[in-house]
DNA sequence: TAATGTTTAAAACAGATGTTTATAGCGACT
DNA sequence: AGTCGCTATAAACATCTGTTTTAAACATTA
């Protein structure tokens, strides 16, 4: 079975080198170099770079999707029709973020490969993603609209995209933050605590007064 | 005065192309065409790719950082010893951060520049703005811990960081949320408006409840 | 005017990039 | 045995990269 040998060994190495680097920064060179492989396979099995590129993101969020869409119908079959409380959805949206790299020991990779998915994506990946994966955050998106029916629904799509904002953030650039911290508290920060720290900071965002409507003291901006 | 006039157009280039798509993605004869600058023109006024890179940064941070310290010394004359409460630094940063780009109406290049700098940069970049801003940040820190005395270090740390993730991460992936909000609910939403929707949330996560020290019901991760 | 230092211009450089081709190896089935 | 489909290999492809070099144009100063 060496078909199945080189192409997962391109997409682990692949992952690997994205996360570190940038997809840009990464070429098909060091990959195959690294993993190993003759560098006409990731064109022989992938078709080109960017097709590699997706590969690696749906080896992570196919089984997330699938887990989620799991875990939204136990879900809603135990809450019978009645609202699931806004923790309950953010808790379970979490755990199944989690639990796909956890089998993997890759949370690490698959926080930066999300952030960089964010950030370098200005083409094929974002459209990627929002073609596959869009009607999952759809989907939870309508949960949380009944969890919060005090909130707009222009307030509620904001600060769900400020949370995402928050724990992509901090978990994709966690290494760069991670040695700040060690060196100015000594202290070793585990992806499990940060997640902890990270809850009722994410809470208190989604349940924050509503802003005033109209402010000044800030200068205009284009 | 044809070489300030070449220079600044190399800035005002650059900035506008790494801002769309990256600093790997953008090349020096993207930049010097679209310019109208000769190619060579780039390495004789900046020295390298790196360089130029960095000042282009620099343009920005070099008058912040300026405006910041003088905004502190401003606050803590003000406040004469006594402390200075958490929303006035955190509206006193967000002034300085905005005031510098709403000048060139480019805030939207600024953000999109900052986000680049933190997922982006594994190397030099990271390191320059280390070396050169690294102090405004530590004394702006300081400030933020004399107004939350009830905050331990790290939790305190920890939350300056997610807050600074959800501004960056909001403002920086603007044009990609826009487009999905607008498509949502038809709505057009500034820079200022998204500022005000992002304070009450910001603030809300700094003073959200402490974590509760032991945690289950998440997968371990490597 | 002549000389000097600075900026632009065009071309060339060496190296790296993604992709393709042509060839060989291998296992399976008729 | 022989053929077919799939995979691995090595070499070559054209293109693009950042950087240098050479020469010309320019402005400034003596």
Redesign the interface.
């Not at 020991?105 to 690490?108: E, R, T, V, Y």
């Not at 995209?161 to 928050?166: A, C, D, I, S, V």
């Not at 920060?189 to 499990?192: A, G, K, L, Q, W």
């Given at each position: 079975m060496a078909q199945t040998d080189t192409v997962t060994r391109i997409l682990d190495t692949a992952e690997v080198l994205f996360a570190?680097?940038?997809f840009?920064?990464t070429s098909l060179r060091n990959i195959t170099s690294k993993a190993k492989v003759n560098l006409a396979a990731v064109n022989y099995h992938f078709g080109s770079k960017k097709s590699l590129i997706q590969a690696v993101f749906a080896r992570y969020l196919d089984p997330f999707t699938e887990r989620f869409h799991a875990a939204l119908d136990e879900l809603e079959a135990r809450y019978q029709g009645e609202v699931i409380p806004l923790e309950e959805l953010l808790?379970t949206m979490?755990?199944c973020v989690?639990?796909v790299?956890?089998e993997r020991?890759?949370?690490?990779v698959f926080m930066k490969l999300l952030?960089?998915a964010?950030?370098?994506a200005?083409g094929h990946l974002?459209r990627y993603i929002q073609e596959h994966y869009g009607s999952v955050f759809t989907r939870f998106a309508a949960l949380v609209r009944q969890a919060t029916p005090d909130l707009p629904?222009?307030?509620r799509?904001?600060?769900l995209?400020?949370?995402?904002?928050?724990v992509?953030?901090?978990l994709?650039?966690l290494d760069?933050?991670r040695d700040i911290?060690e060196q100015?508290?000594g202290?070793h920060?585990?992806?499990?605590e940060?997640?902890?720290?990270?809850?009722?900071?994410?809470?208190?965002?989604m349940?924050?007064?509503?802003?005033?409507s109209t402010?000044d003291?800030?200068?205009?901006?284009?």
């Open positions: 570190e680097r940038g840009a920064e808790e979490a755990r989690l639990e790299p956890a020991n890759s949370l690490k952030g960089l964010y950030s370098q200005q974002r629904d222009a307030e799509f904001w600060r995209h400020f949370m995402l904002g928050t992509i953030f901090t994709s650039g760069a933050l911290a100015d508290y202290e920060v585990s992806v499990r940060l997640i902890r720290r990270l809850r009722p900071v994410v809470v208190a965002g349940n924050a007064p509503l802003p005033q402010d003291a800030l200068p205009a901006a284009g």
